[in-house]
Nanobody, 127 residues
Framework: QVQLVESGGGLVQAGGSLRLSCSAS????????VGWFRQAPGKDRQFVGG????????SYTDAVKGRFTISRENGKNTAYLEMNSLKPEDTAVYYC????????????????????WGQGTQVTVSS
């Protein structure tokens, strides 16, 4: 069993930055893919980006490429989502998730591929 806790959300003006953290307890991330998703009101949960913990391979949705960066800190079993040049359309509840990659070294993009989820953290970007 893996327990995930996100932190770091908040209110920021357009063009600003935030860093989200996702800390795991119960097990290490070592064999997992760690994904970041977001859900805006009235919309489905969407893939933002993710990483294969063992290799560091990352993948991002087109809407955030060049603005968001995923990193990890092995010793703290923590993943980070660095968000720069934020836009109002980035406003959502952000979730981290962990799951086993079905294809080696390929970050899953589907919600159903992840078994463990954090509670979510609100990110609001004002215009």
């Amino acid at each position: 069993q893996v327990q995930l806790v996100e932190s770091g959300g908040g209110l920021v003006q357009a063009g600003g930055s935030l860093r989200l953290s996702c800390s795991a307890s119960g097990r290490t991330f070592s064999n997992y893919a760690v994904g970041w998703f977001r859900q805006a009101p009235g919309k489905d949960r969407q893939f933002v980006g993710g990483t294969i913990w063992s290799s560091g391979d990352t993948s991002y949705t087109d809407a955030v490429k060049g603005r968001f960066t995923i990193s990890r800190e092995n010793g703290k079993n923590t993943a980070y989502l660095e968000m720069n040049s934020l836009k109002p359309e980035d406003t959502a509840v952000y979730y981290c998730a962990a799951g086993f990659p079905r294809i080696a070294y390929t970050v899953p993009r589907e919600v159903r591929s992840y078994d463990y989820w954090g509670q979510g953290t609100q990110v609001t970007v004002s215009s």
